[in-house]
């Protein structure tokens, strides 16, 4: 198997566990304070491999490739996560996870416009079907959606998209482990100042009044247990650690469009976990988008790896 679809897959079956892993600890960690939990373990986590990642290139940081990954870190991070938590407030948290995985459909046309890599016919069939799919699992005719909730997840799924394409261009240079330890960093740093800011009395008392309870004085430590420790540091080490940097260390092998299909595998293996483990229902519709999009990220990646199989002109 080519490396590059060896980290897909990896990511994905570390991203769809996420929603399953949550299930066995929700309610008892604030999903902000969470959020600095994840990214900041993830941080120490790949902080090792990232250092000695820089030493084997020959590479140093200086201030603007800093920069560079605080953006990363700001948009990728700090705003998109947040985006993602605030859009359940106002959808079902399946519709939710639905929506953001459309987020290859994003990366598709940003990788086109800021990296310059094609749009293939397979990739138009492929984003087609997964779309279908997707609409199918969200059934629209017979839901009503919120349309705050749908701006607040689109506007993350945009965010994320605009991470990974972005992230693409410092991957080349400097490796996906590197890429995703920093942005880990500044983006754990950027969620602290967040969370300080609400524990100033005026701030959550308006935070309040807007009715955003989970936003107002966000603990740091509370709510952390020997019985919840596992599923943290799993969710943390394992799907924002391995997750994220197996999804940049693709990059090095594959387009963003290809990775990002990522995403797109998601809502079929959550499903299918959530039945496994918690004995979650799965139902008609959702089989139905399940199969296409499954039949739609096979019509993205198999041309690939045809054309890796093949031998290479002389």
């Known amino acids: 198997m080519k490396k590059g679809y060896l ?7 570390m991203f769809s566990t996420f929603e399953v892993a949550l299930k066995f600890i929700a309610g008892q960690i604030n999903s902000v304070q969470l959020t600095l939990c994840r990214f900041s373990i993830g941080f120490l986590f790949l902080l090792p491999l990232a250092l000695r990642t820089l030493k084997k290139r020959g590479k140093t940081l200086d201030g603007r490739t800093l920069g560079y990954f605080a953006f990363l870190g700001l948009i990728g991070i700090a705003i998109c996560m947040p985006l993602y938590q605030l859009s359940a407030v106002y959808l079902d948290s399946a519709v939710v996870a639905v929506l953001f995985s459309c987020n290859p459909v ?8 800021l990296l310059g890599e094609p749009i293939r016919p397979r990739n138009v069939i492929a984003l087609a079907l997964e779309v279908a799919g997707t609409l199918v699992i969200i059934n629209p005719l017979h839901t009503v959606l919120n349309m705050t909730g749908v701006a607040l997840i689109l506007a993350a799924t945009l965010l994320f998209a605009l991470y990974g394409v972005l992230g693409k ?6 490796g996906g482990s590197v890429v995703t330890c920093f942005g880990f960093l500044f983006g754990s740093i950027i969620i602290l100042v967040f969370i300080l800011i609400t524990r100033i009395p005026p ?12 936003f107002a004085n966000i603990p740091i430590l509370a709510g952390y247990t020997l019985q919840n420790l596992p599923y943290v540091l799993f969710v943390s080490a394992g799907v924002a650690g ?8 693709a990059m090095e ?7 990002s299909l990522v995403y797109f595998f998601k809502p079929v293996l959550s ?5 496994m483990i918690h004995g979650e229902e799965i139902g008609g ?20 790896v045809i054309e890796a199989k093949r031998p290479a002109k002389t």
């Open 203 to 214: 701030v959550a008392e308006a935070i309040l009044a807007a009715g955003f309870t989970n």
């Open 271 to 275: 499903p299918v976990l959530a039945w």
């Open 242 to 249: 391995v997750g994220f940097c197996t999804y940049f260390l």
């Open 106 to 113: 994003f990366v598709t046309f940003l990788a086109f416009f």
């Open 253 to 259: 092998y594959e387009p963003a469009s290809v990775v």
């Open 285 to 304: 519709n959702m089989l139905a988008g399940i199969v296409l999009i499954v039949v739609g990220s096979m019509c993205a990646i198999i041309p690939g």
């Open 169 to 174: 261009r410092k991957v080349a240079e400097y």
């Open 7 to 13: 980290y897909i897959a990896i990511a994905t079956i």
